[in-house]
């Protein structure tokens, strides 16, 4: 049984605690925010997401980096690649997300998350004013072309079912707050546009 299955606790109430976010942020001396990379596979998504955490580290801004694969060795270890297991897989990280932003960081989340609709729920689960959606809009043919880990090549092979933008789909975001050019720019220009653009993202 997948934990997404079990019944939810009952008889549950929330802790009041006495430090809050906003004293977290003081002392960090900048809001918390999530930073959401989506994107195929080979995109560049944690790529991005590594650079950005190192830039905004050399300005001493208090980060962290939650990436797809380190994520599913240990947290999201049970789940595998159904829709509704990826769907779980996203709820989960984005309570994770939510909690690293209540202590005040800078959260840069790297996954394929490929619905829409599971995108609109971390959305509405850490605040619309608070999560910033980032589209690595690079081509398949280039992210099959780099098949860094592999992956495309089993998918066409009949290896791998349920693969983002083979055998399941992806739906790229209609309004993003920031689009990357992943077939083209480098990591460098892409860091400076974040950096840039996130700046203007109140």
């Known amino acids: 049984m997948k934990s997404h299955d079990l019944p939810g606790a009952q008889n549950l109430h929330k802790q009041a605690l ?26 560049g998504k944690s790529t991005l997401a590594n650079a950005l955490e190192v830039a905004l580290h050399a300005q001493g801004k208090r980060t962290y980096v939650l ?28 309570e994770v997300a939510k909690l690293m932003m209540d202590a005040g960081l ?24 608070n999560f910033v959606e980032v ?15 592999g992956l495309y090549k089993k998918a066409r092979n009949g290896q791998l079912p349920n693969m983002s933008g083979i055998s399941s789909p992806y739906e790229p975001p209609l309004a ?14 892409s860091v400076c546009q974040l950096l840039r653009q996130i700046e203007g993202i109140d």
């Open 106 to 129: 800078i959260v840069m989340t790297a996954f394929i998350s490929p619905f829409k609709q599971e995108r609109e729920m971390a959305r509405e689960l850490i605040g619309s004013e």
């Open 18 to 43: 006495t430090i809050t976010r906003q004293d977290r942020e003081k002392l960090n001396r900048h809001p918390g925010k999530i930073i959401w990379f989506t994107g195929l596979s080979g995109a």
């Open 67 to 94: 990436d797809g694969d380190n994520v599913r060795h240990g947290l999201n270890q049970d789940l595998g690649f159904t829709d509704a297991e990826r769907d779980e897989n996203i709820r989960r990280v984005a």
């Open 176 to 189: 993003p707050q920031i689009t990357i050019n992943g077939g083209s720019a480098t990591v460098e220009e």
């Open 135 to 149: 589209y690595v809009s690079t081509p398949l043919a280039v992210c099959e072309q780099r098949d860094v880990k």
